[in-house]
């Protein structure tokens, strides 16, 4: 079958950073995005990696390593608003848009 | 641009009626999908399209129907409601090549009593 796996909770303070795993069991597997999703929000794109390494977008880095079937998210200098929940998905060799979600990791951000 | 647009936002049905939840995107992209999501779950796939007159069946494809006349449009009918379909819909869409971003719209959630 195929599924990925992420933590399912994960507390910080504002200022710290957290780091997000995700590994992964698929076949045919292309590349990993990551996603936001605030409470009774649309999920929002964050990174994509097809490539083993680092992707850094400001505040927020992606970290594939596809012998390990593993990748990361790593969140810098966190915010309040930064509370949401953060999905790992799969992108499918045999159709590079059609994605296999993770179940979510929900962090929060105290003060 | 309005990006991808979903109607409604809420729907309450009961068992055995039939509905269409409708999802527009204005960015020209070829590729279009449904998603259910479920408390504490991760979003599952239901059908997707690569453009217009191609749609194919997700994870989760059994009581919907889905179809793709324009690029613009891509209607997903439930045809006789179950409360197993109470969820939230999203509709998403990118291109078929080039960025890997998925647009999401705002969501409908869906209740079936």
């Known amino acids: 079958g195929q599924s990925l796996e992420q933590p399912s909770e994960v507390t910080a303070v504002e200022g710290a950073i957290v780091q997000i795993n995700c590994t992964y069991q698929t076949s045919g597997f292309y590349g990993l995005s990551w996603y936001q999703q605030h409470d009774g929000g649309a999920p929002t794109f964050l990174s994509y990696?097809?490539l083993d390494g680092l992707e850094e977008t400001g505040r927020f880095s992606s970290f594939l390593s596809r012998s390990d079937s593993y990748g990361y998210l790593l969140l810098q200098e966190l915010q309040m608003k930064d509370s949401a929940s953060y999905f790992c998905?799969?992108?499918?060799?045999?159709?590079?848009?059609?994605?296999?979600w993770g179940l979510g990791t929900s962090l929060a951000v105290n003060p | 641009n309005a990006g991808v647009t979903q109607t409604p936002k809420f729907q309450v049905l009961k068992t055995g009626q039939s509905m269409t939840l409708q999802c527009a995107q204005d960015?020209?992209?070829?590729?279009m999908s449904w998603y259910r999501q479920d408390p504490g779950m991760g979003l599952r796939l239901i059908h997707y399209?690569?453009?217009?007159?191609?749609?194919d069946q997700g994870e989760v494809p059994n009581g919907y129907n889905v179809s793709r006349s324009t690029t613009e449009d891509f209607p997903l009918r439930l045809l006789s409601a179950a409360p197993s379909q109470t969820s939230v819909y999203f509709c998403?869409?990118?291109?078929?090549?080039?960025?890997?971003?998925?647009?999401f719209g705002p969501g409908t959630r869906l209740t079936v009593t």
């Open positions: 998905a799969a992108h499918n060799a045999g159709n590079n848009r059609k994605l296999i």
């Open positions: 960015m020209n992209h070829e590729y």
């Open positions: 990696n097809a």
């Open positions: 998403a869409s990118s291109y078929k090549s080039g960025s890997y971003e998925q647009y």
């Open positions: 399209s690569v453009g217009a007159g191609i749609t």
